[in-house]
């Protein structure tokens, strides 16, 4: 072996030597590290470096937050496209079961429509999609658009309901388009 290879080898074990009698000194009996021994071993240049670890860990942990909230919106963001263009589907079958007159509510195929609208609306609340009531309570911003008012005694109550609202998760998906009784 050369001279060169040697004093490399040898500068090798010495730095393995120190980085163990470092390790020594840190470590307890049941071979974990004593925060309170690291901390009275840290040199000045030491601090800075712990510093920048513990600023590097804090802005890991804010992205690890911030990517699974982005990723939750997301998700509520995709869901909420899909369902906004199932509804209409639901309520022009809601609109044909209205507007069936009582001698063709017993052919087969009001029957089949009546079943497709329960199976639709039962598999939609699966999904946690769910109708809020509307017709009675007082409007809500968050919640009505109002259409038109009728003349009456009540202010901002509901009376009539063009199309129904929806919630998705807890959440406004559509808003219901109402009537309201509006003062004299």
């Known amino acids: 072996m050369s001279e060169h290879k040697n004093k490399e080898i040898l500068e090798e074990d010495n730095i393995i ?18 925060e309170e021994k690291v901390e009275n071993n840290i040199f000045p240049e030491d601090e800075k470096c712990l510093d920048r670890l513990m600023k590097t860990q804090a802005d890991f942990d804010n992205f690890k937050a911030r990517t699974e909230r982005d990723k939750v919106g997301m998700t509520f963001f995709l869901k909420q496209d899909i369902f906004k263009k199932t509804l209409p589907v639901l309520d022009d079958l809601e609109r044909i079961i209205k507007a069936t007159s009582e001698e063709n509510k017993k052919t087969p195929i009001y029957e089949g429509i009546t079943a497709l609208y329960n199976k639709f609306s039962g598999d939609l609340e699966k999904m946690w999609v769910k109708s809020f009531v509307s017709l009675g309570e007082e409007v809500n911003p968050d919640k009505h658009d109002v259409m038109t008012t009728i003349p009456w005694r009540i202010e901002w109550i509901i009376c009539d309901e063009f199309e129904k609202g929806y919630e998705l998760e807890g959440r406004v998906l559509r808003h219901a388009k109402v009537i309201v009784w509006a003062w004299e």
Do not use: A, Y
């Open 17 to 34: 030597e120190q980085m163990e009698d470092d390790i020594k000194e840190v470590e307890n009996e049941d071979w974990t590290i004593n």
